[in-house]
């Protein structure tokens, strides 16, 4: 856990947020500023910078992380389709420094992106 992270402290219940899903590895709550009609974080708990930092050791996390994406997904009724986005970096137009991923749906979404 990183104190001054936002989302290791969204991650630790220091700041509320909008949860769909929890286990022990990973959270997925609710964008504050969605761009659509269903716009989720899923992010792991363990503090990783970005897509960047990902290491060998990280390949279950990941793996998990797409499924409960694909559960969410399903909750969620997206049957006509989603995006899922992860902004990497000053290029990639990441704004907070925790690996996080976009699930983003409930309308048509335009390609490719600015
Ligand atoms: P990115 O620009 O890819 O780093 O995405 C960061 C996302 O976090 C943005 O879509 C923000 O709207 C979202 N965000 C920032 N603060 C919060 C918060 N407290 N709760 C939920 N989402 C947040
Ligand atoms: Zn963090």
Known sequence: MNKDCLFCRIAAGEIPSDIVFENERIVAFRDIN???????????????????HLKEEHQALMGEIMTSIQKLAEQEKLDDGFRVVVNTGRDGGQTVSHLHFHLIGGRGLQWPPG
């Not at 969605?34 to 960047?52: C, F, N, R, T, W």
């Open 34 to 52: 969605p761009v659509a009609p269903v716009h989720i974080l899923v992010i792991p708990k363990e503090h990783i910078a970005s897509m960047a």
